[in-house]
């Protein structure tokens, strides 16, 4: 399977816990994003990577999230303390290029 | 701040016939607009795109065109499968830019 690859599917976490998500982009994309979706609203773009440099974060992304690409392949979003104004489901994408992206099937966060 | 709007939640068309799902945006910066398709527990899709140079783009049953001095867009589905019931995601982004805006999406259901 060549396409995008997010790990886990579902993640059920205790408010203040901190929690990781991986991603593993399409291997000959150069471009990551991360996106958010809540109930009833389309994808919300939180973060962009072109190969390890992190160039655009939305502000969304408050100082409880940091995500990394270390060696410009998988990518790690955390959230640390989590609230549950976090659940939701966290969306990775790649493209060759600026638009076209291909999604991973997502993460769903519920945090209790 | 919605830059792209979708402004029917659903829409409920009988197989065969024609589905319109419309998209208006705010920003005539964006030169570059796609439709995604998403189906429950799986990641949106990328399903057809234009560019802002041209007003049509057709692919098999699938035709979007877009009105820029009106910055509305369309998708046209015909004729209507019941396996085209999904929600549909109009997005868009400009040259330049390193993200894709979202609508918030229409909710397809085609009666068989």
């Known amino acids: 399977d060549t396409g995008v690859s997010q790990d886990p599917r579902h993640k059920i976490t205790k408010r203040g816990q901190n929690v990781t998500f991986r991603c593993d982009p399409i291997s000959e994309h150069n471009r990551l994003y991360w996106y958010r979706q809540t109930l009833g609203q389309g994808p919300e773009f939180l973060t962009y990577f072109q190969n390890e440099a992190q160039l655009e974060k939305s502000r969304l992304l408050s100082d409880r999230f940091s995500a990394e690409r270390p060696k410009g392949s998988f990518s790690t979003l955390e959230i640390q303390r989590t609230e549950q104004g976090d659940s939701a489901m966290y969306l990775c994408a790649s493209s060759p290029g600026p638009a076209g992206y291909t999604f991973g099937s997502g993460t769903r966060l519920t945090v209790v | ?112």
């Open chain 2, 1 to 112: 701040d919605q830059q792209v709007k979708q402004n029917s939640p659903s829409l409920s068309v009988q197989e065969g016939r024609i589905s319109i799902l419309n998209c208006d945006y705010t920003n005539s910066m964006f030169d570059y607009f796609l439709w995604y398709k998403k189906y429950p527990a799986e990641g949106p899709t990328f399903l057809i795109s234009i560019s802002s140079i041209k007003d049509k783009n057709e692919d098999g049953r699938f035709t979007v065109f877009l009105n820029k001095s009106a910055k509305h867009l369309s998708l046209h589905i015909v004729p209507s499968q019941p396996g085209d019931s999904a929600v549909y995601f109009c997005a868009a982004s400009h040259t330049g830019g390193f993200k894709t805006i979202f609508g918030a999406g229409t909710r397809l259901f085609v009666k068989a």
